[in-house]
Structures are given as structure tokens and as C-alpha cells.
């Protein structure tokens, strides 16, 4: 391509260069020619106006003193000829003296009429520009005198000024051609040395592939502007195609998110919540023969399949509990059956009715101070599962839930993650440590208070601070691509309601997470 572009951009040098060539030529040769006609108008008038030869042609001779002078004349001004005539056209002066005493040959025009004329005639000389002038004498025409430059003579200045035009021509030509070989690298360099078909092919090709990928796709070039934005990107950045060339500091995206777009770092499945969306974000800088020439980002939405997944595990884990308390049964089943063969009765009574009472009364506080079927389960099933890891969960006494003003859904992820958080931050603390998390809850269908505290090591106040950007975790970070994303679904379902999220230190000697939605209950 860059090729061809340089094989155009000469022709069309060339053409412009030969083009110019011919308009100064035509030009030099106007401006000769007019030169010409002014220089025989002046001389013609100047031998007219001498009184010398007025005097002359009231001579019997007139030829004797009109020649000498009209050759002097010729020769100090530079013309080829310079005739006088009388009003019969009878030379009396003539570069060859034999011709004088002839007649005049060509059109006299206006001049015996008392008005100069200039004419490009053929005479006896050849072809030449001439002027014809009257002299005068009492206001009547007493004879004509006519000055002339050949044609020859014009054409032999015209050449003398040709190498300067033809100077001026190569130094136009030489810098067009320099300016297409310079234009030509620097496109063959943009293009990478591809031909238009390769070009019009990777277009084509390419552009399908990265509007039809469901994937988001960001491509920044090295200045930190958006080159290419495919349906899925506007579609979960919440922008548009005229975003395309823009500066990414002025799309308006979350300040975690942008400095992840514009880091020429590898970013493999990072974290970001955008407005009520999780996404998971991969970026690669690109590379060509060596150089950095931007970056390509691609982002994947998260959020209903981590919502999805979130509430699988905690069915997982309502039927891990059932399970092992399958087997607690079991065990105590085949207990109070011992008891009964050894005839030891009361015993087995005793020790059957024991866990039930227990187990009964948290439930039947449970489920009758948290109206919501979905909540209690999740409340119990958790309360299991922190008993299998040696955790207490504790319900405050004024936990009372009447209604809800958020979706059972959304409460499920606000209220599953925060326990999974605090059982997981307290199961960490060292052996023998008291391990509590302890549960506030109180809702009607206006409003929502959900305050979850832990015995764990808590928070520094450098991690409170980041605690909620960037699907934040205190877990490995090599770990799986959902780690850290239940904080960002909790705030997500926070902020869909206008409610807020703080976090802060508990009594316990934890981190406390409190949630407020609506008006306090």
C-alpha cells in the first residue's frame, strides 16, 4: 500500500512539476514578448519626437541622415531593425542598406491616422514584433518610422532564462519526491507494511469478531484513549460509541477501575463494582515488534452468577449441616437405644430430650421473632454450620423481623455473605480464643438494620479505608476469581435500595459491619 501511495504521489509530482514548468515557460514567454512590443513602442516614439529627423526629411536626401542615425539607434537599444518611412511606406533607413529606397512591408494600422500600432508580423527580416509610430510635424503625419525585435532574438532570451527555470524545477521536483518517500515510510510504518487487501481484510474480519465476542472489550491505545468499544463494553460501562476516542479519565468510571484500564501491568481476573454491577476484569498491554502500543481490556459480569453461586453455597451448606446432624442423630439414636436395652430408662430419656430442647428453643426463637421463612432458614443453617466450626452465633434478644423492604434474594446476599465473612474471620483466630459472631437484626417492610459483629482480629484503620473497593479481600490472593466478591454483592444490594454500608470495630474485638436501609425501624 505504502508502495503504491509512493508510485501515485510521484506521477502526481511529476505531473504538477511539469505542468508548472510549462506555465512559467509560457509565461517567461508573454512577458518577453510584451517586453518586446513596449521596448519598439518606446524606441519608435523616441525617433519619431528627434528632431533630427524632422530636419532630415525636409532634405532632397533624407536616406543620408536618417540611416546613420536609425543604425545607431539600433545598435544602443537593442532592436533589429529601425525604419523610416514616408507616408508612401519609402524606406529611408534599413539594417541592409540595400533595401533602402524599397518599400515597407506589413500593416501600418492606426499610425497614419496620427495613433501608434504594434503588430507580430513577418517582414524582410523574418518574424518580428514591431511598432509603427507617426511623426508629426503642424499637427499632420509626415512619415511613419517603424522599430521591430525578432522573434529570433526573444526566443534566444527566453532560452537564457530557461535554466533558471529548469533550476527551480528539479529543486520542486527533488522535494516533492523527498516529501512522497517521506510520507510513504511514515505510512508503511502506521500500516505495518500491509496492503490494502490485508487491511480491508483484518477490518472486516476483526471488527465482526470483536462485536460479536460476549465479552466486553476495551482497547486503549498508549496516550490513555478508548479505541474500540464493542457492545458489551457500553453495554456494562454504561457508555457509548461516541466514548470512542475519548480520554478513559473522562468516561466517568469508578477511580479503581480506571487506574486498572490505564496500568500498563498485567491484571489477571480483577474485581471491580460498577454502579450495581460485578465485574471481572482481565488486562494485557499490546505489543508490536517490541513497542507499546496501549492496552487490551476485557471484562465478564459476575454479578448474577456470584449472586447464583452465593446462594448455592449456602444451600451447600444448609445440607453439609443436615447432614452431619444426620449423623449426630445417628449416633445419639443408637446412644438412647443402648440405654434402653441396659434398662436405664430415664437416662435415655433424658439424654434424648436434652439436644432436642436446645435445638427446638433456638429455633422456635428463630422463627418466632424473624418473620421471613427464607431469613429464619438461613439464620439456622448458618448458626449449624458456625457450630461445626467451633463458632458461637449469637442472636441478639431484640432481633425481631416483621416485613422486609428489600427482595428476599437481596437479603439472602447481604445477610449469607456478612456471616460467611465473620465465621470465616473468626474460624482464623488462634486455638483456644473465644470465637462469637454476634447478629443484630431488625426489619419491617420500610426499613432494614443488619449489624454483624465478630471476635476476630478486626480491621486496621488502612484496611477500612479500602475495605469495599475492588471486590477487597483478606484472603490469598492467588485464590479463585470469585474471592472478594461477597463485600462487592452486599454493597451492590445496598446501594439498589439507597441504603449505606459502614464498617467499624465491634465490642467483640472484631469488625462490625452495620447496614441501614430506609428509615431505622
Not at 448474577?304 to 445419639?332: C, F, I, P, Y
Not at 433456638?362 to 466450626?389: F, I, M, N, W, Y
Not at 451492590?492 to 441501614?516: E, K, M, N, T, W
Given at each position: 500500500?505504502?508502495?503504491?501511495?509512493?508510485?501515485?504521489?510521484?506521477?502526481?509530482?511529476?505531473?504538477?512539476?511539469?505542468?508548472?514548468?510549462t506555465?512559467?515557460?509560457?509565461?517567461?514567454?508573454?512577458?518577453?514578448?510584451?517586453?518586446?512590443?513596449?521596448?519598439?513602442?518606446?524606441?519608435?516614439?523616441?525617433?519619431?519626437?528627434?528632431?533630427?529627423?524632422?530636419?532630415?526629411?525636409?532634405?532632397?536626401?533624407?536616406?543620408?541622415?536618417?540611416?546613420?542615425?536609425?543604425?545607431?539607434?539600433?545598435?544602443?537599444?537593442?532592436?533589429?531593425?529601425?525604419?523610416?518611412?514616408?507616408?508612401?511606406?519609402?524606406?529611408?533607413?534599413?539594417?541592409?542598406?540595400?533595401?533602402?529606397?524599397?518599400?515597407?512591408?506589413?500593416?501600418?494600422?492606426?499610425?497614419?491616422?496620427?495613433?501608434?500600432?504594434?503588430?507580430?508580423?513577418?517582414?524582410?527580416?523574418?518574424?518580428?514584433?514591431?511598432?509603427?509610430?507617426?511623426?508629426?510635424?503642424?499637427?499632420?503625419?509626415?512619415?511613419?518610422v517603424?522599430?521591430g525585435?525578432?522573434?529570433?532574438?526573444?526566443?534566444?532570451?527566453?532560452?537564457?532564462?530557461?535554466?533558471?527555470?529548469?533550476?527551480?524545477?528539479?529543486?520542486?521536483?527533488?522535494?516533492?519526491?523527498?516529501?512522497?518517500?517521506?510520507?510513504?515510510?511514515?505510512?508503511?510504518?502506521?500500516?505495518?507494511?500491509?496492503?490494502?487487501?490485508?487491511?480491508t481484510?483484518?477490518?472486516?474480519?476483526?471488527?465482526?469478531?470483536?462485536?460479536?465476542?460476549?465479552?466486553?472489550?476495551?482497547?486503549?491505545?498508549?496516550?490513555?484513549?478508548?479505541?474500540?468499544?464493542?457492545?458489551?463494553?457500553?453495554?456494562?460501562?454504561?457508555?457509548?460509541?461516541?466514548?470512542?476516542?475519548?480520554?478513559?479519565?473522562?468516561?466517568?468510571?469508578?477511580?479503581?477501575?480506571?487506574?486498572?484500564?490505564?496500568?500498563?501491568?498485567?491484571?489477571?481476573?480483577?474485581?471491580?463494582?460498577?454502579?450495581?454491577?460485578?465485574l471481572?476484569?482481565?488486562?494485557s498491554?499490546?505489543?508490536?515488534?517490541?513497542?507499546?502500543?496501549?492496552s487490551?481490556?476485557?471484562?465478564?459480569?459476575?454479578?448474577?452468577?456470584?449472586?447464583?453461586?452465593?446462594?448455592?453455597?449456602?444451600?451447600?451448606?444448609?445440607?453439609?449441616?443436615?447432614?452431619?446432624?444426620?449423623?449426630?442423630?445417628?449416633?445419639?439414636?443408637?446412644?438412647?437405644?443402648?440405654?434402653?436395652?441396659?434398662?436405664?430408662?430415664?437416662?435415655?430419656?433424658?439424654?434424648?430430650?436434652?439436644e432436642?430442647?436446645?435445638?427446638q428453643?433456638?429455633?422456635?426463637?428463630?422463627?418466632?421473632?424473624?418473620?421471613?421463612?427464607?431469613?429464619?432458614?438461613?439464620?439456622?443453617?448458618?448458626?449449624?454450620?458456625?457450630?461445626?466450626?467451633g463458632?458461637q452465633?449469637?442472636?441478639?434478644?431484640?432481633?425481631?423481623?416483621?416485613?422486609?423492604?428489600?427482595?428476599?434474594?437481596?437479603?439472602?446476599?447481604?445477610?449469607?455473605?456478612?456471616?460467611?465473612?465473620?465465621?470465616?474471620?473468626?474460624?482464623?483466630?488462634?486455638?483456644?480464643?473465644?470465637?462469637?459472631?454476634?447478629?443484630?437484626?431488625?426489619?419491617?417492610?420500610?426499613?432494614?438494620?443488619?449489624?454483624?459483629?465478630?471476635?476476630?482480629?478486626?480491621?486496621?484503620?488502612?484496611?477500612?479505608?479500602?475495605?469495599?473497593?475492588?471486590?477487597?479481600?483478606?484472603?490469598?490472593?492467588?485464590?479463585?476469581v470469585?474471592?472478594?466478591?461477597?463485600?462487592?454483592?452486599?454493597?451492590?444490594?445496598?446501594?439498589?435500595?439507597?441504603?449505606?454500608?459502614?464498617?467499624?470495630?465491634?465490642?467483640?474485638?472484631?469488625?462490625?459491619?452495620?447496614?441501614?436501609?430506609?428509615?431505622?425501624?
Open positions: 500500500m505504502a508502495r503504491q501511495i509512493l508510485v501515485l504521489q510521484v506521477l502526481v509530482v511529476i505531473v504538477v512539476v511539469a505542468g508548472s514548468v506555465l512559467a515557460y509560457t509565461d517567461a514567454r508573454r512577458t518577453q514578448i510584451s517586453s518586446a512590443r513596449d521596448r519598439s513602442l518606446a524606441v519608435a516614439v523616441a525617433v519619431a519626437d528627434t528632431p533630427l529627423v524632422r530636419r532630415a526629411l525636409r532634405a532632397a536626401d533624407p536616406s543620408r541622415t536618417i540611416q546613420p542615425f536609425a543604425e545607431r539607434v539600433r545598435r544602443d537599444s537593442g532592436t533589429d531593425f529601425v525604419v523610416v518611412m514616408s507616408n508612401d511606406r519609402v524606406r529611408y533607413s534599413h539594417p541592409d542598406p540595400a533595401r533602402i529606397g524599397g518599400r515597407f512591408i506589413g500593416d501600418l494600422g492606426t499610425a497614419p491616422q496620427g495613433r501608434p500600432f504594434t503588430e507580430e508580423y513577418t517582414g524582410t527580416l523574418g518574424p518580428s514584433m514591431r511598432a509603427v509610430v507617426p511623426v508629426e510635424s503642424s499637427g499632420r503625419v509626415v512619415a511613419l517603424s522599430v525585435i525578432t522573434m529570433q532574438r526573444i526566443q534566444d532570451a527566453l532560452v537564457g532564462r530557461l535554466p533558471t527555470i529548469g533550476l527551480a524545477a528539479a529543486l520542486i521536483l527533488g522535494a516533492g519526491l523527498l516529501g512522497a518517500w517521506l510520507i510513504s515510510r511514515r505510512l508503511r510504518r502506521q500500516t505495518h507494511g500491509l496492503g490494502e487487501r490485508e487491511i481484510r483484518m477490518y472486516e474480519y476483526y471488527d465482526a469478531v470483536l462485536h460479536a465476542v460476549r465479552e466486553g472489550l476495551l482497547l486503549v491505545d498508549a496516550e490513555g484513549r478508548v479505541q474500540l468499544l464493542n457492545e458489551e463494553a457500553t453495554r456494562l460501562l454504561g457508555l457509548d460509541e461516541d466514548d470512542v476516542g475519548r480520554a478513559v479519565e473522562d468516561l466517568g468510571l469508578p477511580e479503581p477501575l480506571t487506574r486498572a484500564v490505564l496500568s500498563t501491568d498485567r491484571r489477571p481476573d480483577e474485581i471491580h463494582l460498577v454502579d450495581d454491577r460485578v471481572v476484569l482481565n488486562s498491554p499490546a505489543r508490536w515488534q517490541g513497542h507499546e502500543v496501549g487490551v481490556v476485557t471484562l465478564r459480569d459476575h454479578t448474577e452468577l456470584q449472586a447464583v453461586t452465593g446462594e448455592l453455597d449456602t444451600v451447600r451448606g444448609l445440607a453439609e449441616s443436615l447432614r452431619s446432624q444426620n449423623h449426630e442423630a445417628a449416633n445419639r439414636l443408637h446412644t438412647v437405644v443402648s440405654l434402653v436395652e441396659l434398662g436405664r430408662t430415664d437416662e435415655a430419656v433424658d439424654f434424648a430430650t436434652e432436642l430442647q436446645v435445638a428453643l433456638l429455633t422456635d426463637r428463630v422463627v418466632g421473632s424473624v418473620s421471613d421463612p427464607v431469613v429464619s432458614a438461613l439464620l439456622l443453617g448458618k448458626t449449624a454450620q458456625a457450630a461445626e466450626r463458632v452465633l449469637r442472636l441478639r434478644d431484640d432481633v425481631e423481623v416483621t416485613g422486609l423492604p428489600v427482595e428476599q434474594r437481596d437479603a439472602v446476599t447481604m445477610l449469607g455473605n456478612l456471616l460467611d465473612n465473620a465465621i470465616d474471620a473468626v474460624g482464623e483466630t488462634a486455638e483456644g480464643a473465644e470465637r462469637v459472631v454476634l447478629v443484630e437484626l431488625t426489619g419491617s417492610p420500610d426499613a432494614l438494620h443488619l449489624r454483624v459483629s465478630d471476635s476476630g482480629a478486626g480491621l486496621s484503620s488502612a484496611l477500612v479505608r479500602q475495605v469495599f473497593e475492588r471486590g477487597w479481600s483478606t484472603k490469598a490472593a492467588d485464590g479463585p470469585g474471592r472478594g466478591l461477597g463485600l462487592a454483592l452486599v454493597v451492590q444490594a445496598v446501594r439498589r435500595y439507597g441504603g449505606r454500608i459502614d464498617v467499624g470495630r465491634s465490642p467483640l474485638g472484631g469488625a462490625a459491619f452495620d447496614i441501614r436501609i430506609g428509615a431505622r425501624p
